[in-house]
Nanobody, 128 residues
């Protein structure tokens, strides 16, 4: 299992920026896809962004495309989510997650059931 610890959440005004960090440990992350999900009160946990650890390929939900950027630091085993132009609807608990990709099958990055490892979450609040 991969252990994940998020940090970087907080309170920010509309239009502001935050960078979330996710520290991964316990496994070599080659063949993993790392994702960010979020959950607002009373809502389902939803996909935000993902990145292939080896390829660096990135994937985004339409709601954050152009505003959020996911990246990883291979040497430090870190995943980041840079969030710009934040909106009140971005308010949620943000979770880092890891999905192991076996073989050469099709990768599904936007389904939370595909991810076996999760962090504890970090709160992001955008005030208007």
């Amino acid at each position: 299992q991969v252990q994940l610890v998020e940090s970087g959440g907080g309170l920010v005004q509309v239009g502001g920026s935050l960078r979330l960090s996710c520290a991964a440990s316990g496994r070599t992350l080659s063949r993993y896809y790392m994702g960010w999900f979020r959950q607002a009160p009373g809502k389902e946990r939803e996909f935000v962004a993902a990145i292939g650890w080896n390829s660096g390929s990135t994937y985004y939900a339409d709601s954050v495309k152009g505003r959020f950027t996911i990246s990883r630091d291979v040497a430090k085993n870190m995943v980041y989510l840079q969030m710009n132009s934040l909106k009140p609807e971005d308010t949620a608990v943000y979770y880092c997650a890891a999905q192991y990709q076996e073989g050469g099958g099709t990768v599904v990055v936007d389904s939370r059931v595909r991810y076996a490892s999760w962090g504890q979450g970090t709160q992001v609040t955008v005030s208007s």
